[in-house]
């Protein structure tokens, strides 16, 4: 089965909404149940990749590649995966993190659209993290502390990701900041790393609050993937939304659209490996 693998980094915050309150968060972002990590439903990408086409080739066009009611598509859209979290580190600027289970996961989707990701999934123990030998060290993520070993070369890793980044000069970043940690601290960062804003409305008149409301949002620099699926042989009409797409690489996912949030920078691949 082939596939496109569509990339996407996040260039401001994302709010891909649950609908759901969550304790004390109103608007949390939509997580995975299963593990709890951050992610941008197949149904609310497929729109936001549907506005673009109507934008540019009209509601027609929209319709033969996504479908109608009565009729369906020529694009299937898979859930877009979390694969890297931008963590703040005490010492220096961010780091790109992971962890085995993700990059297993990216290994198994890649296999899924038809190719392969040369790459060898470093094992990490809690409170230890694989880097560049340039890392080697002591290094602080947020509260945690992690003694960073260049046991593994993440060299491979960082070019197999970095087909999902479009920009060049994220992609060599990528090479000096890629952390990978373990499954479960991954996951407390996946959980409790994310930024949670207050919002108002306040009253026209007295200048009161009238709704304040806290909603969480996906920082900026966070990497996702999905699949992009042409059931049924329909390729001709799949290829007019990969030129589509690289000719306007930016897609808007997500809510908040009015201040500025949701902005994803796009990169395709198709076929090949990954890795190289």
């Known amino acids: 089965m082939k596939a496109i693998l569509m990339g996407l980094l996040a260039e401001t915050f994302l709010h891909p909404g649950s609908g759901d309150s969550a304790g004390a968060v ?19 990408l497929k729109g936001a990749l549907r506005e673009v086409v109507e934008a540019a080739e009209g509601k027609s066009e929209a319709d033969a590649i996504f479908g109608k009611p ?3 598509g020529s694009v299937s859209v898979t859930d877009a995966r979390l694969i890297l979290l931008p963590v703040r580190s005490l010492a220096s600027h961010f780091r790109w993190v992971t962890c085995p289970y993700l990059l297993e996961r990216y290994q ?11 790459i060898d999934i470093p094992k990490v123990e809690d409170g230890t993290a694989a880097g560049t030998k340039e890392q080697e060290g002591m290094i602080f993520l947020e509260e945690l502390s992690f003694l960073v070993s260049k046991k593994e070369d993440l060299g491979e890793i960082a070019k197999g ?33 994310l930024a949670v804003n207050a919002r108002n409305v306040l009253d026209d008149a007295t200048k009161t609050s009238k709704n304040l409301w806290y909603e969480e ?12 699926f042409s059931p049924g042989g329909r390729d001709a009409v ?24 949701g902005w994803c920078t796009v990169a395709l691949n198709q076929g090949g490996k990954y890795g190289e």
């Open 108 to 118: 198994r989707d890649c296999e899924l659209a038809g190719s392969s990701v040369n």
């Open 161 to 193: 990701l970095g087909h999902l980044i479009r920009h060049k000069e994220a992609k060599d970043r990528l090479r000096e900041s890629l952390l990978v940690i373990s499954d479960g601290e991954f996951a407390h960062f996946a959980a409790n790393g």
């Open 217 to 228: 949002t996906i920082p900026p620099d966070a990497v996702f993937y999905s699949l992009l």
């Open 238 to 261: 799949a290829e007019k939304l990969q030129h589509l797409l690289r000719e306007r690489p930016y897609l808007r996912v997500g809510g908040n659209e009015t201040v500025g949030q």
């Open 70 to 72: 009565e009729e369906a």
């Open 26 to 44: 109103d608007l949390p972002v939509a997580r995975e149940k299963h593990t709890g990590y951050p992610v941008i439903f197949g149904s609310s």
